[in-house]
């Protein structure tokens, strides 16, 4: 099983390196993708793209994720749930909309406070840190772990956070953003006046997703075309900005 996640890993940035740069602003998943990989995947794969533990920089990036106050469920709030059916979208909770209270493009780690759903009538909140480049990493049953690369963390912002879209027939509440329980059309495309904000909110969003399950490694395995296979669960979404929580001001 070590091997086998490490080489997802080493392969999945690999694909993804090999692509062009992106720019500033920018067939489904297999079950079982880990345990198909061989062993032989892992040390050519994280020599040709510079794979690397996953303590190698972190204290430039900062922490993934810090509780602030409430009831800390956000971290692994997804984790153990059936991923295949909540992409096929037959799970409607929890759902978790997150609201920034302390923000901006040049801050690399924001306060976000995000309401959980657990029924149309239910929710608690919970305010923690979460930092942008933080490291994203899977970690085998040993405890070893590999990190994703910057690119395939750009891949995953833009393919995933400006591509989703609420599926047809879920309910939605357009273009409005609010804390739920019903998510907007476009769950993390928000837009914005301010210079660079709307992209580092989606990378925001992006780590808080990492740290409660609701995205996951297989999700960024890229097709041929190495365009990621259509992520199809909208039950997180960016709620907003507090207008006081401006850090570029």
Known sequence: MKHARQGAVALLAFAIASAPALADE?????????????????????????????????AAAGTLYTP?????????????ENHE???????????VALTFREWGASLPCWTVEARIWTSATASTTETFRVCADAPLTIQDDLGEEAELNSNARAKATTDLMVGLRVRAGKPNTGDDRTTGPTPPREPFNVRTTQDGVAWQARKVALSAAWVSGFLRADDLYPGPSGILAPFRDSRMWIAGFDPAGNRDK
Do not use: E, T, Y
């Not at 059916?85 to 759902?95: F, H, I, V």
């Open 26 to 58: 920018p067939a489904d998943r297999k079950p079982g993708f880990f345990r198909q990989l061989g062993k032989s995947l892992k040390d050519a794969g994280q020599q040709a793209i510079g794979a690397k533990p996953a303590a190698s920089g972190a």
């Open 68 to 80: 602030v106050s409430g009831a800390g469920r956000i971290n692994g709030l997804f984790k153990n």
């Open 85 to 95: 059916s909540a992409q096929q979208g037959r799970l409607d909770w929890p759902r």
